[in-house]
């Protein structure tokens, strides 16, 4: 254990010094018992907070259902992705290296970003029906303008000096976009992709909730209305269980291209 | 697998060691330049800027040679039309018999100032993208760039990624870039002005290893007129808007040259003549 710079007085330090990561764990611990002992307790009504075990009793209890509905929402998610990340990433390569297309799209694009979209489902819905495409289109389009956004400025980031060296060695516009401005670009590009992503998943949900007869979405809804507190939080669960393991697959990627980032400097054996 | 590559007898014989002095190559195609009538105007402002002016160089095959001059002479942008990346508005460019019009990694490499390697690479694979990008087979292309990184000093240091080395060992890289297509020619563009003093004069004392090494035709630009007394055969003096060639000074010091000739007189009469003629043009 490194020791920090500051010195305390010796006696009491050693004891409160806990590392970040113990202390998430015990923070995510805490709310974890909270959420069995306040509902159980009475202190807060069951009905706006059924107690854990509750939740997950619900949710083995209706696991063929979840299971369905929960696939038919990531098989959206999937799909929206692809369009939104791919859509994004490409365009955003291109538009970035073309100072003209830039100067069209970019404002464009960062004035649609404002807009809260979710106004649009419902013109989504008479146009694609209540069926997965029209959840496809809604969340593609609601992740795929940061990713657009955020690829573009990622590409006018990039060191001139990279694009001097490829030009010296007359490397084509294919290989110079290919080998050179999307690896430049990768952490700028890892970064709107974490937030596109989870915008996609939003705007997935979001849909379910709004029309729709499949999807989680789709479930919480229905069982809000029937005021069946376990089965609309064993869905809320679901949903954060997806977010966690998209983070957790951006982080991956993340940590495998720890060299683009120059400043850090990481150890050698990698682990 | 020799094939096609063309046989330059540039690597040292394996078993024999370091070369006995001046083992000089030479390479197959000719490294020499010549610089005609070449200006360079550029508008900026609505003002139409003369940033070079009747540019003449004649560099035989072989030669080291150092452009020096205050900052704002246009030497960097001489450099890139050498490399050519920048056109030049008039004159003309002839390297190894050839007009050059465009960069040609397989007469001129270039050394661009700090940093120019791609943080995404590995040591290796940043000397090795020259030749994948010409398709040059897999095998054939490591040994090539292995072969160029023992000759910088950094054998051992292949899977290494930039931010994982020095910045004297960055730059040692990108001349193994440099160098990795076998171009005759060499241009550097102040490649050592982000070291310290000591990786400085290390570096140029190994950057005269390689070029006795492989008896390229380098032009290196810098500021340091230490530097460009310490380095070159000759020595280009240019002055500030328009830029302009003031002097040229042969370096008549022997080689090798060694940290301590810095503290001769002739050291300090050639340092003093190119400082003279870069004030004179600061003041008028």
Redesign the interface.
Known sequence: MADTAVRRPAGAAPALRIAPRTLRVLLGFCVLVAWEVLPRSGAIPTLFLPSLSDTLAALADGAPEYGRHLLFTLRAIAVSMAVACGLGIGAGLLIGSVARLRRIVQPLASGLYAVPLVILYPLFTAWFGIGPQSKIVFASLYGLLPCLLGTIAGVQTI?R??L??A??????RR?TVL??LL??A?PTVLTSLRIGGALVIVGVVVAEMLTSAEGIGYLITRSRTLLDSPRVFAGILLVVAMVFAFDGLVRLLDHR?R???????SG?GGA | MAGKATPLPEAPSPGAGAPGPSLRALPSRNGSIRVTGLEHTYAAAGRVTKALEDIRLDIAPGRFVVIVGPSGCGKSSLLMML???VAPTAGRIVCGGRALT????DLVG?V??E??L???LTAQENVE??LS?RRVPRAERTQRARDKLALVGLAGFEDR????LSGGMKQRVSIARGLVQNPPVLLLDEPFAALDEQTRISMGDELLRIWEQTGKTVVFVTHSLTEAAYLADQIVVMSARPGRIVDRVEVDLPRPRTYAMMGTPRFAELRQRIWEQIRSQADG
């Open positions: 060191d000096q990279y001097l060296v030009r010296s060695l007359r490397a084509t290989q080998r050179v690896p430049a990768i291209t060299h683009w980032r120059l400043s850090t400097r050698d | 490399a050519g990346l465009a960069p040609d990694p270039v661009f100032q940093a120019s791609y943080p995404w993208f020259p990008l990624y930039p931010h994982e």
